[in-house]
């Protein structure tokens, strides 16, 4: 329970209403979330993962997650994200040390590591379009098991594709697509796995933490039970399985 | 005739200029992204940025500047009182279920029968960068396009058909140049107003596709 406030009776009676456990003196640790170190949080992601990875520019990418996967070792992996990562990312590092067999994700810059490893034709990478592969996460993560998006259905990336007119237009069949991984930023957590956000660092990881089988958080604040409001919580917690502490 | 064509800033004003009020307007990155800088005060409009943000404002002083708030060129933008941050899934889904009443998109090249193509310039291309436009150009209620009327080597963008890959086939509703407005009708590309000092006919010789007088 390291790094969340316990309380006990004469806690705040305005959470203590959220966790009458605590109001009443029990102990309340009974789901905890939180894990201590780094090698907690990577305990067990297995070579050949698939791991989604939250994040949009530089904004609400969990860097630290990251630099603990490299150190854990795992190799075989299939990444998916917004992008194929900046030289200096931890993409880059992932993809430098050849632990990464294919990469999905909506666009590559043609001057990065993963866009000198595509011209080589030494990188695997599928391109989503952004939409299409959020959606295909959400989809995965709300047991949809196909859906018809008029989003690339007249283009390149639909050949050889199942594609049917619906309402007069296009179609392309797009199917789920789930991680055994995710890894996300959070802005704060209690030890329920409950999450926010900061500002636009939302992004997908909200989607990601539905999407996998494994959703490892690191947040940069850790509150007490029911110090987010109910109706702030942006993740519930039943979606997180791990969260680290690692502050700004 | 003496012409002058337009610079970025230009062709964004330009494009501001016809952004009613009260518009809910995704921007795609380049020139586009200019737009939002040249609406008018005091008009309200809801600029959506496909990173989750409703209500995005302009770009912050630099001693303001909140690093978790950006746009979706990545640059560090502000959000409007009484905006709001949604998930990826949430904002393509403002995208593709036809909430937004304008995208407006770069492009290589736009044809007559409003295909766009802005995302490789070859089949063949390795490096792909579709990011989110393709999403974004079929789901606007208008798309938009601000692009320069030819290329650096004096290519006219405007085609009777997109010759690389297409984003989307018959979706654009106008395109925005560094010299002409055209509107994409069902007879082709119909010029709506020209900078000063161009005439229809050299447009005309700038342009590949059959322009339409207006």
Redesign the interface.
């Known amino acids: 329970m390291a790094g969340v406030r316990r309380r006990g009776v004469g806690g705040n009676p305005l959470t203590d209403r959220l966790d009458p456990g605590a109001a009443a003196g029990y102990d309340t640790g009974m789901i905890d979330k939180f894990v201590h170190s780094m090698a907690d949080a990577m305990a067990g992601v297995a070579d050949g993962s698939t791991i989604l990875l939250g994040g949009f520019g530089d904004v609400g990418i969990p860097t630290a997650l990251l630099d603990g996967l490299i150190v854990q070792g795992a190799r075989e992996l299939t990444i998916v994200a917004v992008a194929g990562g900046r030289d200096g990312s931890a993409i880059e590092q992932l993809l430098a040390l050849g632990r990464v067999r294919k990469l999905i994700c909506s666009f590559v810059r043609p001057a990065s590591l993963a866009g000198r490893l595509l011209q080589r034709g030494d990188l695997d990478v599928e391109i989503v379009p952004q939409g299409t592969l959020a959606e295909r996460m959400r989809a995965a993560g709300a047991g949809i098991t196909g859906f018809y998006t008029p989003t690339g259905a007249d283009t390149l990336l639909a050949e050889g594709r199942e594609t049917r007119e619906i309402g007069g237009k296009l179609c392309l069949l797009e199917y789920p697509l789930p991680g055994d991984v995710a890894l996300i930023e959070a802005w704060s957590a209690d030890r329920w796995g409950n999450l926010t956000y900061r500002d636009s660092a939302r992004n997908l990881n909200p989607v990601m933490a539905m999407a996998a089988g494994l959703t490892i958080a690191m947040t940069r604040n850790v509150v007490a039970l029911g110090e987010i409001a109910p109706e702030s919580v942006v993740t519930p917690g039943i979606f997180v399985n791990r969260v680290l502490h690692v502050p700004l | 005739m003496e012409f002058t064509p337009l610079d970025r800033n230009g062709m964004a004003a330009w494009c501001a200029r016809d952004i009613p009020e009260g518009w809910l307007v995704n921007l795609g990155i380049g020139i586009p992204t200019l737009v939002a800088d040249f609406v008018p005060a005091g008009r309200e409009v809801i600029f959506h940025?496909?990173?989750?943000?409703i209500g995005m404002g302009p770009a912050p002083a630099p001693h303001q500047v909140?690093?978790?708030?950006?746009n979706a060129s990545?640059t560090h933008v502000t959000?409007r009182t009484g905006g709001s941050?949604?998930?990826?899934?949430d904002?393509?889904?403002i995208?593709?279920g036809g909430h937004l009443d304008l995208c407006v998109l770069g492009a290589f090249e736009v044809a007559e029968n409003g295909d766009i193509a802005n995302w490789?310039r070859s089949?063949d291309e390795?490096?792909?960068?579709?990011?989110?436009?393709?999403?974004?150009a079929?789901?606007a209620k208008r798309l938009w396009v601000v692009m320069e009327h030819v290329t650096r080597d004096g290519q006219s963008r405007i085609r009777q058909r997109c010759s690389y890959?297409?984003?989307?086939?018959g979706t654009v509703k106008r395109v925005y140049t560094n010299l002409a407005v055209l509107d994409v009708e069902p007879r082709g590309f119909v010029v709506r107003e020209m900078i000063p000092g161009m005439t229809l006919e050299a447009l005309q010789a700038r342009t590949e596709a059959k322009l339409h007088e207006a």
Not at chain 2, 66 to 70: G, S
Not at chain 2, 85 to 89: L, N
Request: aromatic share 8%; hydrophobic share 50%; glycine share 10%.
């Open positions: 940025a496909e990173n989750g943000v909140n690093p978790f708030l950006i990545t959000l941050y949604v998930h990826h899934a904002s393509f889904a995208a593709r490789a089949a390795p490096v792909k960068q579709v990011g989110g436009a393709m999403d974004l079929i789901g890959p297409l984003t989307a086939k």
